[in-house]
């Protein structure tokens, strides 16, 4: 970098070409010869920059040839100067550090210029230049040099001896260049991780990198990797690397603008999950969910096949009839400043089963069920859901009876010997239906009415001389029961202290009661019923006499 601007030649015509030193000095504890001449010095690795092929030139109007003043000119217009001399005035080594004095001071640098004044060092009247190749420390420089009527040389000089420059004139010090631009990589997004790249710098230096955003610098972003914040979004980044080598200058170099920083991408790190029974009038809980970053704030929706479910923006939902059958999941958008938001759906439960209707009390059937008497239903008690609907409907035989759906059911002909029962459905829409089927005790009784009717039959099984007379009475029998037809079942006859039993079937049916006294007697009929038809008796009163009716109409003649 050149350090001196607008600094105006002097016309060759008017300045006088002056020489530095005639002699170089032995070797002291303060400075001492690295190497001697152009070829002893290639030899050892130590070159000219190309002087030995051009010292026959003049430099800023300096002597050619081997002089101090000719070589460090020559050094300085190969560093990038003006091939023109930056001051006024006269040429020889001792007018330098005068004539530049706004540029020089204490500080060697590589590219500098080491500046002896009149009788300083090792210099005569004329003072001495040379060129800083190296900085080893504050206290120790090496140089090359070239000197009027003697040879080329490298020289390495102590601080503390007396040959240690009056100063350094940093004309064009050198800097530390960037061999390979520094770069970044990574995606420019809010929590993405960028990595700059130092580059490559000659000589090899101490890199300190900056971050900057829009052109500022990121307050502590000096480490080789930097995750843009919410405060970058939407800014360029780049970073400056400043390379440092001792006794050079700093070395500065900037990498291309990135893109606009975007916004950053949430990681869901565990998807929202759902608990609870999928059924009716039972409630579902979701979690939110785990994201990395962490979300600034989340919110819930809650689907059903995928449909987002009114005003349901909680942690729970209360499963409604009208969720029946669908399938739920719960939506969670997690947001955080800076990053895009991010939507993620739990897994889908299975389709929502119907409620449970539940009971406090259950239904009961009361009433004592024979024709004419009167059913009745005890309601129970719903406890979930308290609106559900009841509706009964009566049965004959497990099969509907037309008309009757209420809590009283009287029964009829039509329902004697059938089993009537009563079928409580308890229903609501999203609830499975609850069904009782209450049956009456038994089978619907009815009564019966017996009636019979008695005539004697007369037997004589003797002859006129010794009749031997038989006396019978014969029972004509019937049954008769409503809601049955020809209804049968046992008969006991009581008379004179015997039973006899039979049967009537079809509603009728006949016993003989033999061998039976002469004289008035009482006779009990007694029909014993069925499960369905009930006991009943009648009483007849018959004479029997003693000897055989002459008339006619009697029942006479062999048994």
Known sequence: MTRIRGLIGVSLTTLLLLVGLSFAPSATAGQVA???????????????????????????????????????????????MSPERPW?????????GHAMSRITDDTPMVGSVAWWDSHQGYAGSNGHVAYVEEVVSN??????????????????????????PTGFIHFNDREVEATEQPTITGDAAVGETLRASAGSWTPSAD????????????????????????????????????????????????TPRSRKVQPGTLVAAAAPALEGTVRVAETLTTSRGAFEPAADSTT?????????????????????????DARITSRVTAVREGYHDLVVTSPATERVAPGRIVLDEPWRLGGNPARGERLEVEPGTVVTPEDAEVTYTWLRDGKPVDG?????????????????????EVSRRGYATQTQVLE???????????????????????TRRKPDVRRHVVLD?????????GPAGPVVVKVDGREVETRVEGGAGKVKLRNVEPGKHRIRVVYLGTEVIGRSRDVVTVRVPRDVPAEDGSDTGKD
């Open 34 to 80: 690295l190497c001697d001449g152009y070829s002893g010095c290639a030899d050892k690795g130590y070159g000219n920059r190309g002087y030995r092929a051009n010292n026959d030139r003049m430099w800023w109007r300096m002597y050619t040839g081997h002089n101090c003043t000719n070589y460090v000119a020559y050094r300085m217009v190969q560093s990038g």
């Open 88 to 96: 006024d005035g006269g040429g020889n080594a001792s007018n330098w």
């Open 139 to 164: 206290r120790e420089i090496i140089v090359s040099e070239d000197f009027w009527g003697g040879d080329f040389h490298w020289r390495r000089i102590t601080k503390g001896d007396r040959y240690w």
């Open 207 to 254: 890199e300190k990198l900056q971050w900057y955003a829009a052109g500022k610098p990121i307050p502590g972003a000096t480490e080789p990797t930097f995750t843009p914040t919410p405060a970058q979004r939407k800014t360029r980044l780049s970073v400056v690397v400043t390379a440092r080598s001792k006794g050079y200058v700093d070395g500065i170099a900037s």
């Open 300 to 324: 819930v929706q809650w689907l059903a096949d995928g449909e987002p479910i009114e005003g349901a923006t909680g942690n729970r939902l209360k499963l409604t009839p009208g969720l029946m």
């Open 404 to 424: 009757r759906d209420g809590l009283r059911y009287r029964l009829g002909t039509a329902d004697v010997g059938r089993l009537v029962a009563v079928e409580v």
């Open 440 to 462: 009456a005790e038994h089978r619907t009784t009815t009564t019966s009415r017996t009636t019979a009717e008695a005539r004697v039959k007369m037997v004589d099984k003797g």
């Open 477 to 485: 029998l019937l049954v008769e029961a409503r809601g049955v037809d």
